[in-house]
């Protein structure tokens, strides 16, 4: 590696120049990127011929990158007065090397054009940034500041989702943490964070597309859990493996061919399997509540995802819109979203099971009466003549109006003048069932308070 000075500015640069007939090629401008310019030599390598800016063609320091974690393998060729030579990425305008997230080149230019060899990679969805090295430092700065918000509050939902599952011990919640741990996973290689950790070593070029692969095998499964569609889709379990075998099988496919049509393949996929299970709620929409809750936010999630998924790879102007800052605020929006609506069908569903547990155990406690009612009658032969009568009112009662035998128990509390909190103490059951059973009594007997109550029994 050589250093060479222009106006007292030390810049590194390999040895080699760009090889000769490339400025030569027949470039076509790449479709949606007015400045970039493509073609492939006879080796099949693509290049790309750039121009900087007008207001920059001054001579003075810029700082090029392609902010992509996806075009980090390539040759940056620029003229530093004797011609196109290559220089080394992460070297400051000092000579120092430096950590950044993408491969980062400080030059100085004595054409207004400059070259990328990009061997054999795709030039989809590809972008570039020429800009003053002050620019540049304040666009990172707000960057690094926005990029470390959305990972302190996807770690912090993590952590909470976590908590949540030991304290309710449902696995929504660990199945949401892995949703958020993938995602966040997503966003951290895109914001191209492991090439500045691994100090630009580290390197797979499918990582993105395997990771995406996984976040829409667990978003289809976690909204097939959250919505319980077990019953409303008895057969998730057959449709789904072979959805999720073409989801890994198109994106292993790509990995080895590099064939677009299993990358668009694998897209579809990406998004039809969780958005059967968001049809499935938008079905349920009226009638189920947690449909609503999940559908606005995870749809939103979605839909976003794909228009940025296809001005990624299309090129759609207009779509330019959707692009990955867009994509990190929609999501912040539904971690918060998501994660309270998850917590609120929990404690639903277990104030549910907790009025059914005292339900059974209310009428456990009535079998355990009548056992020993029975018990009694088998002793004394027919019971008491005395009791025939109250038997005999107990009867009518019940055939009259329908009643329980937990309402019996009730209303006989209430013929002796017991408390709502008397008549749980006794009957071991919440105050709340108590009013719930005071409230079915008052509506089958017809009447609006204990004293009408107890005219109904004295009347018999």
């Given at each position: 590696?050589?250093?060479?000075?222009?106006?007292?500015?030390?810049?590194?640069?390999?040895?080699?120049?760009?090889?000769?007939?490339?400025?030569?090629?027949?470039?076509?401008?790449?479709?949606?990127?007015?400045?970039?310019?493509?073609?492939?030599?006879?080796?099949?390598?693509?290049?790309?011929?750039?121009?900087?800016?007008?207001?920059?063609?001054?001579?003075?320091?810029?700082?090029?990158?392609?902010?992509?974690?996806?075009?980090?393998?390539?040759?940056?060729?620029?003229?530093?007065?004797?011609?196109?030579?290559?220089?080394?990425?992460?070297?400051?305008?000092?000579?120092?090397?430096?950590?950044?997230?993408?491969?980062?080149?400080?030059?100085?230019?004595?054409?207004?054009?400059?070259?990328?060899?990009?061997?054999?990679?795709?030039?989809?969805?590809?972008?570039?940034?020429?800009?003053?090295?002050?620019?540049?430092?304040?666009?990172?700065?707000?960057?690094?500041?926005?990029?470390?918000?959305?990972?302190?509050?996807?770690?912090?939902?993590?952590?909470?989702?976590?908590?949540?599952?030991?304290?309710?011990?449902?696995?929504?919640?660990?199945?949401?943490?892995?949703?958020?741990?993938?995602?966040?996973?997503?966003?951290?290689?895109?914001?191209?964070?492991?090439?500045?950790?691994?100090?630009?070593?580290?390197?797979?070029?499918?990582?993105?597309?395997?990771?995406?692969?996984?976040?829409?095998?667990?978003?289809?499964?976690?909204?097939?859990?959250?919505?319980?569609?077990?019953?409303?889709?008895?057969?998730?379990?057959?449709?789904?493996?072979?959805?999720?075998?073409?989801?890994?099988?198109?994106?292993?496919?790509?990995?080895?061919?590099?064939?677009?049509?299993?990358?668009?393949?694998?897209?579809?996929?990406f998004y039809l399997f969780p958005g059967i299970c968001l049809y499935q709620a938008?079905?349920?929409?009226?009638?189920?509540?947690?449909?609503?809750?999940?559908?606005?936010?995870?749809?939103?999630?979605?839909?976003?995802?794909?228009?940025?998924?296809?001005?990624?790879?299309?090129?759609?102007?207009?779509?330019?819109?959707?692009?990955?800052?867009?994509?990190?605020?929609?999501?912040?929006?539904?971690?918060?979203?998501?994660?309270?609506?998850?917590?609120?069908?929990?404690?639903?569903?277990?104030?549910?099971?907790?009025?059914?547990?005292?339900?059974?155990?209310?009428?456990?406690?009535?079998?355990?009466?009548?056992?020993?009612?029975?018990?009694?009658?088998?002793?004394?032969?027919?019971?008491?003549?005395?009791?025939?009568?109250?038997?005999?009112?107990?009867?009518?009662?019940?055939?009259?109006?329908?009643?329980?035998?937990?309402?019996?128990?009730?209303?006989?509390?209430?013929?002796?003048?017991?408390?709502?909190?008397?008549?749980?103490?006794?009957?071991?059951?919440?105050?709340?069932?108590?009013?719930?059973?005071?409230?079915?009594?008052y509506f089958k007997l017809d009447v609006k308070n204990r004293k009408e109550a107890?005219?109904?029994?004295?009347?018999?």
């Open positions: 590696v050589l250093s060479i000075s222009f106006g007292q500015v030390l810049y590194a640069q390999y040895p080699s120049k760009i090889p000769s007939g490339v400025s030569h090629l027949k470039f076509d401008v790449i479709a949606g990127k007015d400045s970039l310019y493509t073609a492939k030599d006879q080796h099949g390598n693509t290049w790309i011929k750039g121009y900087i800016p007008s207001a920059m063609d001054d001579g003075m320091q810029l700082v090029f990158r392609i902010p992509s974690s996806q075009h980090t393998d390539y040759i940056f060729y620029a003229d530093q007065g004797k011609g196109f030579v290559q220089l080394v990425p992460n070297i400051n305008i000092v000579g120092q090397k430096i950590q950044s997230r993408y491969p980062l080149y400080f030059f100085q230019s004595a054409a207004r054009e400059y070259y990328l060899n990009l061997k054999h990679v795709p030039v989809r969805g590809i972008d570039v940034e020429v800009s003053r090295p002050t620019a540049f430092l304040h666009q990172e700065t707000v960057a690094l500041i926005l990029n470390n918000l959305y990972y302190g509050l996807s770690l912090m939902a993590i952590v909470f989702n976590i908590v949540l599952y030991r304290i309710f011990k449902d696995r929504r919640f660990i199945l949401y943490s892995m949703l958020q741990l993938s995602l966040l996973l997503i966003f951290f290689y895109e914001d191209g964070m492991f090439y500045f950790l691994s100090r630009g070593v580290f390197y797979m070029k499918h990582y993105l597309v395997w990771n995406i692969a996984v976040c829409a095998t667990l978003a289809g499964l976690f909204a097939y859990h959250f919505l319980d569609l077990k019953n409303n889709m008895p057969h998730f379990r057959r449709w789904a493996r072979p959805f999720i075998a073409g989801i890994f099988g198109s994106v292993l496919l790509y990995t080895l061919t590099e064939i677009l049509f299993f990358r668009y393949l694998a897209s579809v996929f938008i079905r349920m929409f009226r009638k189920d509540v947690y449909a609503r809750f999940l559908l606005v936010p995870f749809g939103v999630i979605i839909l976003i995802s794909a228009f940025y998924t296809f001005h990624k790879y299309f090129e759609w102007p207009l779509l330019s819109f959707f692009d990955m800052h867009v994509v990190r605020l929609t999501h912040i929006m539904g971690i918060v979203g998501i994660s309270f609506i998850l917590v609120y069908k929990v404690k639903t569903i277990q104030d549910e099971n907790e009025m059914y547990r005292e339900s059974l155990d209310s009428h456990l406690h009535v079998l355990e009466t009548l056992k020993k009612a029975h018990t009694e009658l088998l002793k004394n032969g027919n019971g008491n003549e005395a009791n025939h009568p109250r038997q005999e009112i107990i009867a009518e009662l019940r055939s009259q109006y329908d009643l329980t035998e937990r309402e019996l128990e009730v209303l006989r509390c209430i013929q002796e003048r017991w408390s709502n909190q008397e008549i749980a103490e006794k009957l071991c059951i919440s105050l709340s069932t108590t009013k719930y059973h005071v409230g079915n009594l107890q005219q109904v029994i004295q009347q018999l």
